[in-house]
């Protein structure tokens, strides 16, 4: 063996550094072990580096060392860590069963599972047990496994759907946008398993042809593709190409795409040529069909301004972006003034690849769509009822996703509404999701502190702007390989309270005061909005300015006064109030699940239950607020006797008919009294539901201490 464990490690630390000095003490300290070992592994490192032909570890006094990333030193190292390591990375069970999954989509020829068993160096048995789960996971795609006597094993299904299943797998499942741009850029690390599967269809080699055809393919259609959907694109042309050499095409829909009438199509007929070209095949007219519609759905960082105003057919689409403006202008009682042209213009860019997706049913999905309910359900909700007219233009509905990323340019509108014209410093905001999310933290930016947005780009091109010339400060919503971690700021595409707090060490917060002030009369529009949703509409302006004078301090100090003793979220849910794993048949056995630890405790009555069902029966699934989550209660007459909240999470997830947070996977249970001294616990309990990252540990939870653990990282 060339090289040991802590050999390899320090080889993997080195690469990932990116040409970056580390010291010996550095290593010692992630190693756990002397600064003696580490350089006796640093002289076998030599050693093998120059028998590979491929560098030679660079030492400078007073910095450290570093392996400079020639074209030659990085093919060895993935060639090594893949195949030659011999400390080779244990897959999973979950892992190895992705592996077979996407193998058996990808190759429509028989395979036995003896050539798996050699692939994931397992017995036979192991991988046997492993296809009985796969065979039942395709099947959720309508994809058959079909096992033939001395020919092996296959899958059947539409193409569409076989192609489908494998991307999505490939992009939520087995790899990230990051890492599928690394590999193709053939830069930065990779994990093994998506290192496994993109080597079945895309060969290192080939990667460069893919990105040259589509950046062509920016330059023509005027539009810079997100990082996310650039990825898709190469997995996708990947896909294609692999696809079509086996004989696998997708089937003549001429009733779906009639696109040669598009005016887009002549600009689109050249660069499938190049394509052909390029991989020497001929695809046929249903494929060029299906990659154009691919293309023109593709979100973009940036479409040119003159495509979007000059083109004909994007008349009617914006006179329909004009009345959801005004639908959304009503709702909020606001003009968007001198803002409402950019507005407009920006959600027509946004809509022309979007009515593509939508047309030909080409999903996508918002990776902030969870955060974006949570935070702004309302805004959500009204966005979908604006636009009503798009529906009817499409004679489609459109989905909740496609909902969300048009609610994210009304947030960053509602939010510049506001905004002050003064000289601000110079900014560069790098995002990888798409134009919307970039803006929802540009305007922020711009709201709370001094400063002035120069340009937004994509993770791609953040490489390009190392020199700091044309820019201050760089805040990144996706992590930047090229710069080390003092160079650039990383926000949520959310722009949390914490983003503020990090952004407060760097920019002047000149305006932070009135940015408040705003906050708190978006709050009083909102709780007004929600009375008058309930019954209360007698006197809403009233209603506002009581809000508003309480919210701003303006009324007698009661918290002072007399108040009750305000109860912690972990006084509130101790351990014993807590259930694991609980298996219910329908949301009406969750619920009275969900009650039956407090009843057993004697803090509500057998019949609170009862009058929770009621109330889900009468008003529908409100109850479930939170992505995944249940918040089930009824009034305290109904039953209450003791304040106090249970927690249960249910082993199968069950649905309520909630048309954004289905299905429940937790069932929080509130009894409450007739004071207020659940609040404070109330407000812990949403802080951490609001969180998406905690959200998801307490789904996950299956002991009382990681839930636990979770509220003290919530205090008063």
């Known amino acids: 063996m060339e090289l040991n464990q802590h050999g390899v490690k320090i080889l993997q630390l080195l690469f990932d550094s990116d040409a970056q000095y580390l010291t010996i003490k550095e290593l010692a300290q992630v190693l756990e072990t002397s600064e003696r070992v580490v350089n006796h592994n640093l002289t076998k490192l030599d050693s093998f580096l120059s028998k590979k032909g491929c560098g030679y570890i660079e030492r400078k006094r007073g910095k450290g060392i570093r392996i400079l990333k020639t074209d030659q030193f990085v093919t060895v190292y993935n060639k090594f860590m893949k195949t030659?390591?011999?400390?080779?990375?244990?897959?999973?069970?979950?892992?190895?069963?992705?592996?077979?999954?996407?193998?058996?989509?990808?190759?429509?020829?028989?395979?036995?599972?003896?050539?798996?068993?050699?692939?994931?160096?397992?017995?036979?048995?192991?991988?046997?047990?492993?296809?009985?789960?796969?065979?039942?996971?395709?099947?959720?795609?309508?994809?058959?496994?079909?096992?033939?006597?001395?020919?092996?094993?296959?899958?059947?299904?539409?193409?569409?759907?076989?192609?489908?299943?494998?991307i999505r797998r490939l992009l939520y499942e087995v790899s990230s946008e990051k890492e599928i741009l690394n590999y193709y850029y053939n830069v930065g690390s990779v994990g093994k398993l998506p290192m496994m599967v993109f080597e079945d269809f895309c060969p290192i080699a080939q990667s460069g042809l893919f990105i040259s055809f589509l950046r062509n393919v920016e330059e023509e259609l005027k539009r810079h593709f997100s990082d996310d959907n650039f990825a898709f694109l190469l997995v996708y042309l990947s896909l294609v190409i692999q696809r079509i050499h086996q004989g696998c095409y997708l089937p003549d829909k001429k009733q779906v795409y009639e696109l040669f009438n598009e005016s887009m199509f002549s600009i689109f007929l050249p660069l499938v040529q190049e394509f052909n070209n390029l991989f020497e095949i001929t695809l046929p007219r249903q494929e060029i069909n299906a990659l154009f519609i691919h293309l023109l759905g593709a979100q973009s960082i940036m479409i040119d301004s003159k495509t979007v105003a000059n083109a004909p057919e994007n008349m009617e689409l914006l006179s329909i972006v004009e009345q959801i403006v005004s639908e959304?202008?009503?709702?909020?009682?606001?003009?968007?003034?001198?803002?409402?042209r950019k507005l407009v213009k920006s959600l027509l860019a946004h809509l022309m690849p979007a009515v593509n997706r939508i047309r030909y049913q080409q999903k996508i999905i918002n990776p902030i769509y969870n955060e974006l309910i949570t935070k702004h359900r309302q805004l959500f909700m009204n966005t979908r009822s604006a636009i009503a007219p798009l529906e009817t233009y499409l004679n489609n509905a459109v989905d909740n996703h496609e909902v969300s990323f048009i609610a994210i340019y009304f947030l960053a509108?509602?939010?510049?509404?506001?905004?002050?014209?003064?000289?601000?410093?110079?900014?560069?905001?790098?995002?990888?999701?798409?134009?919307?999310?970039?803006?929802?933290?540009?305007?922020?930016?711009?709201?709370?502190?001094?400063?002035?947005?120069?340009?937004?780009?994509?993770?791609?091109?953040?490489?390009?702007?190392?020199?700091?010339g044309s820019y201050d400060y760089l805040i990144s919503?996706?992590?930047?390989?090229?710069?080390?971690?003092?160079?650039?700021?990383?926000?949520?595409?959310?722009?949390?309270?914490?983003?503020?707090?990090?952004?407060?060490?760097?920019?002047?917060?000149?305006?932070?005061?009135?940015?408040?002030?705003l906050q708190q009369v978006a709050l009083t529009k909102k709780l007004s909005a929600i009375a008058g949703k309930f019954g209360a509409e007698n006197n809403l302006q009233q209603m506002q300015y009581e809000f508003l004078a309480v919210l701003m301090g303006a009324k007698d100090n009661f918290m002072q006064r007399g108040s009750p003793h305000l109860l912690s979220l972990r006084e509130m849910m101790p351990g014993n109030l807590m259930r694991f794993n609980v298996e219910c048949c329908n949301w009406r056995e969750a619920v009275t699940q969900g009650t039956l630890i407090l009843e057993e405790n004697k803090i509500v009555e057998p019949r609170y239950k009862e009058a929770i069902i009621k109330n889900l029966i009468d008003f529908g699934p409100n109850m479930v607020m939170f992505p995944n989550v249940v918040i089930s209660?009824?009034?305290?007459?109904?039953?209450?006797?003791?304040?106090?909240?249970?927690?249960?999470?249910?082993?199968?997830p069950i649905g309520f008919g909630s048309r954004y947070h289905d299905p429940a996977k937790a069932i929080i249970t509130l009894s409450v009294v007739n004071t207020d001294s659940h609040l404070n616990a109330l407000v812990q309990l949403f802080n951490m539901l609001s969180n998406s990252d905690d959200r998801e540990k307490l789904l996950r939870a299956v002991t009382k201490d990681e839930v636990i653990r979770l509220i003290e990282q919530y205090p008063d």
């Open 328 to 340: 959304i202008e009503s709702v909020y009682r606001i003009e968007f003034g001198k803002n409402r």
């Open 84 to 166: 030659e390591n011999p400390y080779t990375y244990r897959f999973s069970n979950d892992e190895r069963q992705k592996y077979i999954t996407c193998y058996l989509l990808l190759n429509d020829k028989y395979t036995t599972i003896e050539a798996l068993s050699r692939k994931l160096g397992i017995s036979y048995s192991t991988t046997a047990a492993h296809l009985q789960n796969v065979e039942q996971d395709l099947e959720g795609d309508s994809i058959t496994l079909i096992r033939k006597p001395r020919l092996g094993l296959s899958i059947k299904g539409l193409e569409e759907d076989i192609r489908n299943s494998y």
């Open 477 to 517: 919503t996706v992590d930047l390989p090229d710069f080390q971690e003092d160079q650039y700021i990383k926000v949520s595409p959310l722009f949390t309270d914490e983003d503020y707090v990090r952004l407060k060490e760097f920019l002047d917060v000149r305006y932070a005061s009135g940015a408040q002030q």
């Open 633 to 652: 209660h009824a009034r305290p007459v109904d039953g209450c006797l003791k304040p106090a909240f249970g927690f249960i999470n249910l082993k199968r």
């Open 413 to 468: 509108a509602l939010n510049e509404a506001t905004n002050r014209e003064i000289q601000l410093p110079r900014v560069l905001i790098v995002c990888g999701s798409g134009y919307g999310t970039a803006q929802v933290v540009s305007i922020q930016v711009q709201n709370l502190f001094n400063a002035e947005i120069v340009a937004v780009i994509s993770g791609r091109d953040a490489a390009k702007y190392k020199n700091r």
